[in-house]
């Protein structure tokens, strides 16, 4: 019997960052959660700590250690999405307030230690949200970069440009400092870009086979997702938004549901109109090394099945 993969989940709760967990928690069989970490994003740290301990509750997972992170990028001033993920960031569901504890260890020291601690190799690290905690984790502790597994993390876009500037997806743009760390690092990364995400579109049709499940879970679920698409429905004028971070859960689970082209990708960090940019050398024109597995196709009903599939299970 295959072991589960060992993960650690770095999100900033988020509706889309809700149904990434509650796709992990699904999948016990194949994916083992040694811990969620916190960031700053697309609400504020004390928000996106409480937002993934609801999570972890609504899931019957009150035995996750959730430890807090950064609460604001290693260089810039942190920018939020209040506008897309309302006031509390969970926006669209009404649930109690958490009643597990957080952890007393800090995220950035809770990274490094699990990595120290486990088999090279073993841990892979999913980011949903900004870098910065896995950015300060390796200027804290370089040796932890060749025991990662894999990164696979949520952000960045190009032939489909940016969503918070023209030029830069919001987890690049709101720590791109961060960001150029970990793709300097030699980790194998996994970029699940707007490239993709743009592909899964919350359609009428997919939220209501959610719905048909009809547990709690779902109903949250449905919730979030009607709250969260209105946003990029006025934005793209399209039926439903982009679903964005339940692809690096996927990935996991069923690799082959993506495809796309090892290649090079650098960060904007001088420039403020192309701040957070990702530039990836798709053509492989620059001669430089690629350093990211980055992914441009999705099989959008199969991603949805999965969803449907998973969420019934919780
Ligand atoms: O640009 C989309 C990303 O930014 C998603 O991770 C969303 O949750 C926000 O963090
Ligand atoms: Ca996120």
Request: charged letters at 20%; glycine letters at 8%; proline letters at 7%.
């Amino acid at each position: 019997m295959k072991q589960p993969r060992k993960i650690i989940i770095d999100t900033d709760p988020g509706q889309d960052d809700a149904a990434a967990l509650m796709l992990a928690f699904a999948s016990p069989a194949e994916l083992d959660v040694v811990g969620v970490t916190t960031v700053a994003g697309n609400v504020p740290l004390n928000w996106t700590s409480r937002n993934a301990r609801i999570v972890c509750e609504l899931c019957g997972r009150p035995d996750i250690s959730v430890y807090a992170g950064a609460d604001r990028p290693i260089q810039r001033q942190l920018v939020t999405a209040e506008h897309v993920h309302g006031k509390t960031g969970l926006d669209g569901a009404d649930l109690p307030e958490p009643t597990m504890p957080l952890q007393q260890q800090h995220a950035v020291d809770f990274i490094i230690e699990t990595l120290r601690r486990e088999e090279p190799g073993t841990v892979t690290l999913c980011t949903l949200g900004a870098l910065t905690n896995v950015g300060l984790a390796l200027q804290k502790a370089p040796d932890i970069a060749p025991r990662i597994r894999e990164l696979v993390m949520m952000g960045g876009g190009f032939f489909e440009g940016g969503n918070i500037t023209p030029a830069a997806e919001f987890n690049i743009y709101v720590d791109p400092h961060a960001a150029a760390a970990v793709l300097a690092a030699g980790i194998p990364v996994v970029m699940m870009p707007l490239d993709v995400t743009h592909q899964l579109l919350t359609r009428r049709t997919r939220v209501a086979r959610i719905a048909d499940i009809g547990t709690p879970v779902a109903k949250a679920m449905v919730g979030w997702l009607e709250f969260f698409e209105r946003f990029d429905e006025e934005k793209y004028g399209s039926d439903g938004g982009p679903l964005h971070d339940p692809t690096v859960i996927a990935y996991l689970l069923k690799p082959e549901l993506f495809s796309g082209r090892h290649c090079n990708v650098e960060i904007e960090v001088e420039s403020e109109l192309t701040m957070g940019m990702t530039v990836v050398d798709w053509w492989r024109v620059s001669g430089r090394t690629p350093n990211a597995q980055v992914m441009r196709n999705v099989d959008a009903d199969g991603f949805f099945d999965l969803l449907v599939e998973r969420f019934a299970r919780l």
